[in-house]
């Protein structure tokens, strides 16, 4: 099972390779049918499956039911990595969009009931937390403290949304901001805009106003991905 399993991640390397460094796949290339890809890439029809699958997962490929496998048009914007030697930072970037897609989707909306549900000693704690982040914006904006409160400012708005489910999205929130800096791009630019955005959040959280709360993190989730050059379909 092991050998199967390291002959798919093979296959996988090889269509990748193809993608990002011969370019003889590119964005909206339909793979050549299951039996002659397999056959040229000398691997059973089971293998390439799961190498499809795996690329499938990482974003590289797409699959549309009765018409084939093509190469997703999402693979664009990780040209700027797209030499063999940087697939882990192309793997880190679909992850990144996918969790920033996560985010997008169910953030603003606990940011809404935070405003309407959190208490006074919540919107008072949060405060505080989003005043130690600014300061650990001027600070060192790549510093494990910047990140650190960070993680805390935000996972305190989702938990003031008292909502039992949305607590448990506060790891999907809590990679995202690690993985952001792990990755280490234009991370001068995201402290710049994201210290304009905690002022908007910080004080529409303060006054209650659930509509202009939404937005205000909805806009600065995007920033930060705009930052990341993650292009977003949300």
């Not at 997962?57 to 084939?68: A, P, Q, S």
């Not at 935000?154 to 949305?166: P, T």
């Not at 955005?197 to 529409?204: G, L, P, T």
């Amino acid at each position: 099972m092991t050998q199967n399993i390291n002959l798919s991640q093979k296959t996988a390397e090889i269509l990748k390779k193809r993608i990002f460094d011969e370019k003889t796949l590119v964005p909206g290339d339909k793979l050549p049918n299951e039996n002659e890809l397999s056959s040229e890439l000398g691997v059973s029809r089971a293998t390439l499956r799961e190498a499809i699958r795996i690329l499938v997962n990482d974003g590289v490929l797409t699959v549309y039911r009765g018409k084939g496998t093509f190469v997703s048009s999402k693979v664009d914007q990780f040209a700027e990595a797209s030499v063999i030697g940087n697939i882990d930072n192309i793997d880190m970037k679909v992850r990144l969009r996918d969790l920033y897609e996560a985010r997008l989707i169910i953030e603003p909306e606990a940011a809404s009931l935070a405003a309407m549900r959190a208490t006074e000693e919540e919107i008072e704690e949060i405060l505080n937390l989003g005043e130690i982040v600014q300061k650990n914006i001027k600070k060192n904006p790549r510093g494990a403290a910047r990140v650190n409160s960070e993680k805390e400012f935000h996972g305190a708005i989702m938990k003031a949304a008292h909502n039992d489910f949305l607590a448990q999205f506060i790891p999907v929130l809590t990679e995202t901001i690690e993985k952001t800096f792990a990755l280490d791009e234009n991370l001068e630019i995201i402290a710049e805009d994201a210290y304009k955005d905690h002022i908007m959040i910080m004080h529409f959280l303060k006054v209650r106003d659930a509509a202009a709360l939404k937005s205000a993190v909805t806009i600065h989730l995007h920033h930060a991905a705009i930052n990341e050059n993650l292009k977003l379909d949300i």
